[in-house]
Nanobody
């Protein structure tokens, strides 16, 4: 069973930065395509960023240029660096991974193989 554990969420003022981390068991991110999703209160879950096996990243239009996804295979860790945070970035952020889907196809998927429990990010104006 794949487990994903997020950390790094918190409350910050607009314009500040946060780094989210997602730790998993050894080899998971070599066998799957990892991504970050988020869900704001009253809204559907949306794909934020994805990174493929070659390190190529894809982003939602709303975060492109501000967020950066990366992974450290040796540390079994996925990251999301979030800069210039805005109040509309307030959401629960989920680490996710899929065995078959990747890229924009994964970001727009409703069904993903593995999910973390989420970490809350709150941005005040």
């Amino acid at each position: 069973q794949v487990q994903l554990e997020e950390s790094g969420g918190g409350s910050v003022e607009a314009g500040r930065s946060l780094r989210l981390s997602c730790v998993t068991s050894e080899g998971t991110f070599s066998r799957t395509c990892p991504a970050w999703f988020r869900q704001a209160p009253g809204k559907e879950r949306e794909g934020v960023a994805v990174i493929d096996a070659y390190g190529s990243a894809g982003y939602a239009a709303s975060v492109k240029g501000r967020f950066t996804i990366s992974k450290d295979i040796a540390k079994n860790t996925l990251y999301l660096d979030m800069n210039d945070l805005k109040p509309e970035d307030t959401a629960t952020y989920y680490c996710a991974a899929d065995r078959r889907r990747c890229g924009r196809y994964l970001l727009t998927s409703k069904q993903v193989d593995y999910w973390g429990r989420g970490t809350q990010v709150t941005v005040s104006s």
